[in-house]
T-cell receptor, first 112, second 115 residues
């Protein structure tokens, strides 16, 4: 059974670096790992995407080990506006079909 | 910046009624998706759609659900006979590339309340 696991919640303070890890043991061989941010009553919003090793954009970095069974979203110097739920999204092979599976979500609270 | 739009923002219906949720994906996108999010829970994949047919669907997407692209702009999700447990936020998304090789753009969602 494909499963993605994330910590339920994390607390941080403004200016700190936050690392959120997602475990995805059944990820499809050729698929990307994507992370989304969701604010209350809004649709998820794309943060970053990667296939292997490390990817960095203007808002985050994504670290993916060689076995690709996990990934870590790194948010440098968080601010209060980064308080949100963060989801990993992976494609997984289940039986003969391909499924898009969101992680359980990590609720990040950034304190002043 | 182009965006995905969804209507209505909130739909209230009685159990057993049919509902149609509407989405207008980003105009040059070719792949479309529906997701569901029950209050307080994670986002769940329902179905992906490309070239006028379903590409993949989850076990949630049973015979009560159907999707359609009736014209060049709209993408709809129909629930034939709603149940109480269908109450959720329904998000439409679109992308240029299928699966996860491309960024999916999500709409603001439709809150469906079944009474």
């Amino acid at each position: 059974l494909a499963k993605t696991t994330q910590p339920i919640s994390m607390d941080s303070y403004e200016g700190q670096e936050v690392n959120i890890t997602c475990s995805h043991n059944n990820i499809a061989t050729n698929d990307y790992i994507t992370w989304y941010q969701q604010f209350p009553s809004q649709g998820p919003r794309f943060i970053i995407q990667g296939y292997k090793t490390k990817v960095t954009n203007e808002v985050a970095s994504l670290f993916i080990p060689a076995d690709r069974k996990s990934s870590t979203l790194s948010l440098p110097r968080v601010s209060l506006s980064d308080t949100a739920v963060y989801y990993c999204l992976v494609g997984a092979k289940m039986d003969s079909s391909y499924k898009l599976i969101f992680g359980s979500g990590t609720r990040l609270l950034v304190r002043p | 910046e182009p965006e995905v739009t969804q209507t209505p923002s909130h739909q209230v219906t009685q159990m057993g009624q049919e509902v149609i949720l509407r989405c207008v994906p980003i105009s040059n996108h070719l792949y479309f998706y529906w997701y569901r999010q029950i209050l307080g829970q994670k986002v769940e994949f329902l179905v992906s759609f490309y070239n006028n047919e379903i590409s993949e669907k989850s076990e949630i997407f049973d015979d009560q659900f159907s999707v359609e692209r009736p014209d060049g702009s709209n993408f709809t999700l129909k629930i034939r006979s709603t149940k109480l447990e269908d109450s959720a936020m329904y998000f439409c998304a679109s992308s240029e590339i299928l699966g996860l090789a491309g960024e999916q753009y999500f709409g603001p969602g439709t809150r469906l309340t079944v009474t």
